[in-house]
């Protein structure tokens, strides 16, 4: 059961959440974007908020909670898993060579993974660096605001792709550029639901597409507490989405308070992009929205 505490860091989360759909109707997302940003104290409000609630929802992981399993602990899992441990990279290329042989498709512009024990992750939205100090994990965290001094500030809606190879130096602990196709992972924890429209959470997508390594991923968790069907139309509508973009969705589990989502940038973007015109339905379009949005 939640204590008085948690209930009041969640509300504060909540409120900053409504408040922004709330100015996005109203003016716009992209002014009110810019409004929230210019609103310091709320930024570092939230950021707290978000620290503590953090450390409160690790120790209800290691009870009969559960929440997450952790969020954090599922993500490491998965990456080490991905990358280093059952080789179910291998085993999604493999797959992907074979479809792309039957269909007759010229193989030679497929891009791979290259094998590492350095793995390159980026934290969008981490205010506090959970995987600062993971074994195999060279950590990029980014924040609008961050909470300690391990996290870049930035805003990943207006980050500048750069091309690929090119050297980016963080300037007074902020980051503005990233470099193209240079990470193994892009992780999403509890990010999209801060943003308030469905265009700026695609952009958010697209540019983690731009910054994979081709079989790199995109994790994605997003709070559920519904059961597992009761958001089945806005999942499927995001697998279709991202697939459009390149992604092939490999990974879907629901826990109690969250669902986490894999997304494997493709050794071929023509794969996930025939899937998504295969598998379109009458509802499906180009969006990323949220339960949130109808309230």
Same mark, same amino acid.
């Given at each position: 059961?939640?204590?008085?505490?948690?209930?009041?860091?969640?509300? $504060?989360?909540?409120?900053?959440? !409504?408040? =922004?759909?709330?100015? /996005?109707?109203?003016?716009?997302?992209?002014?009110?974007?810019?409004?929230?940003?210019?609103?310091?104290?709320?930024?570092?409000?939230?950021?707290?908020?978000?620290?503590?609630?953090?450390?409160?929802? !690790? &120790?209800?992981?290691?009870? +009969?909670?559960?929440?997450?399993?952790?969020? #954090?602990?599922?993500?490491?899992?998965?990456?080490?898993?991905?990358?280093?441990?059952?080789?179910?990279?291998? !085993?999604?290329?493999?797959?992907?060579?074979?479809?792309? %042989?039957?269909? %007759?498709?010229?193989?030679?512009?497929? *891009?791979?993974?290259?094998?590492?024990?350095? =793995?390159?992750?980026?934290?969008?939205?981490?205010?506090?660096?959970?995987?600062?100090?993971? &074994?195999?994990?060279?950590?990029?965290?980014?924040?609008?605001?961050?909470?300690?001094?391990?996290?870049?500030?930035?805003?990943?809606?207006?980050?500048?792709?750069?091309?690929?190879?090119?050297?980016?130096?963080?300037?007074?602990?902020?980051? &503005?550029?990233?470099?193209?196709?240079?990470?193994?992972?892009?992780?999403?924890?509890?990010?999209?639901?801060? #943003?308030? /429209?469905?265009?700026?959470?695609?952009?958010?997508?697209?540019?983690?597409?731009?910054?994979?390594?081709? %079989?790199?991923?995109?994790?994605? #968790?997003?709070?559920?507490?519904?059961? +597992?069907?009761?958001?089945?139309? $806005?999942?499927?509508?995001?697998?279709?989405?991202?697939?459009?973009?390149?992604? /092939?969705?490999?990974?879907? &589990? *629901? =826990?109690?308070?969250?669902?986490?989502?894999?997304?494997?940038?493709?050794?071929? #973007?023509?794969?996930?992009?025939?899937?998504?015109?295969?598998?379109? %339905?009458?509802?499906?379009?180009?969006?990323?929205?949220?339960?949130?949005?109808?309230?």
């Amino acid at each position: 059961m939640a204590t008085e505490e948690h209930k009041k860091l969640a509300n $504060i989360i909540k409120d900053v959440h !409504e408040s =922004l759909r709330v100015m /996005s109707k109203e003016m716009g997302p992209s002014e009110a974007w810019e409004h929230h940003l210019q609103n310091k104290d709320r930024l570092k409000e939230y950021a707290d908020a978000m620290r503590k609630l953090a450390s409160i929802w !690790e &120790e209800n992981s290691t009870n +009969v909670d559960l929440l997450a399993r952790s969020r #954090i602990k599922w993500t490491i899992d998965y990456c080490m898993t991905y990358f280093l441990a059952d080789g179910i990279l291998f !085993e999604k290329r493999a797959r992907e060579q074979r479809q792309l %042989e039957f269909l %007759e498709y010229d193989m030679s512009q497929c *891009k791979y993974h290259q094998e590492t024990t350095n =793995l390159r992750v980026l934290d969008v939205g981490s205010c506090f660096n959970p995987f600062k100090n993971m &074994e195999y994990f060279d950590v990029t965290a980014i924040d609008l605001c961050p909470a300690t001094d391990t996290v870049f500030q930035g805003d990943f809606l207006k980050i500048n792709i750069l091309s690929e190879d090119t050297t980016v130096s963080p300037i007074e602990g902020k980051i &503005e550029n990233l470099p193209a196709n240079y990470f193994h992972c892009v992780v999403f924890s509890l990010l999209l639901e801060y #943003i308030p /429209s469905s265009e700026q959470r695609l952009l958010c997508c697209s540019n983690a597409y731009k910054l994979l390594k081709f %079989e790199g991923i995109l994790i994605i #968790i997003t709070p559920d507490s519904q059961h +597992v069907g009761k958001n089945a139309t $806005i999942m499927k509508n995001w697998r279709y989405t991202l697939a459009t973009l390149g992604f /092939s969705r490999i990974k879907f &589990e *629901k =826990l109690p308070h969250i669902a986490c989502m894999v997304f494997r940038k493709s050794i071929d #973007i023509r794969l996930p992009q025939m899937w998504a015109e295969q598998h379109k %339905e009458a509802y499906m379009t180009m969006s990323i929205d949220i339960p949130q949005d109808s309230k």
